[in-house]
Nanobody, 126 residues
Framework: QVQLVESGGGLVQAGGSLRLSCTASGRPFSSYAMGWFRQAPGKEREFVAGIGWSAINTGYADSVKGRFTISRDNVKNTVYLQMNTLKPEDTAVYYC???????????????????WGQGTQVTVSS
């Protein structure tokens, strides 16, 4: 079992930045691919960014490429999402997720992830 706790959400103006953190406890964090997803009201949960267990490979949704950066620190059992040039359409609850399938490349498929955090709200005002 892995427990995930997100932090760093909040209210920011358009064009601003936030950094989300997700700290894991439980089984070996370093062997899991990690992902960030988001869900806006009335919409399905969507993939934002992912990182393989070794941190060599990352993946991004087209809507955030060039603005968001995912990284991980396997010593601190933490994955980060640096979000720059935020837009009102980035407003959502952001979730951290862990995939125990030992993938070197992160999956964008929500159903591939086994453990989820409780989410953190990000609100971008125009």
């Amino acid at each position: 079992q892995v427990q995930l706790v997100e932090s760093g959400g909040g209210l920011v103006q358009a064009g601003g930045s936030l950094r989300l953190s997700c700290t894991a406890s439980g089984r070996p964090f370093s062997s899991y691919a990690m992902g960030w997803f988001r869900q806006a009201p009335g919409k399905e949960r969507e993939f934002v960014a992912g990182i393989g267990w070794s941190a060599i490979n990352t993946g991004y949704a087209d809507s955030v490429k060039g603005r968001f950066t995912i990284s991980r620190d396997n010593v601190k059992n933490t994955v980060y999402l640096q979000m720059n040039t935020l837009k009102p359409e980035d407003t959502a609850v952001y979730y951290c997720a862990a995939d125990r399938a030992l993938r070197s490349r992160p999956s964008p498929n929500v159903f591939e992830y086994d453990f989820w955090g409780q989410g953190t709200q990000v609100t971008v005002s125009s």
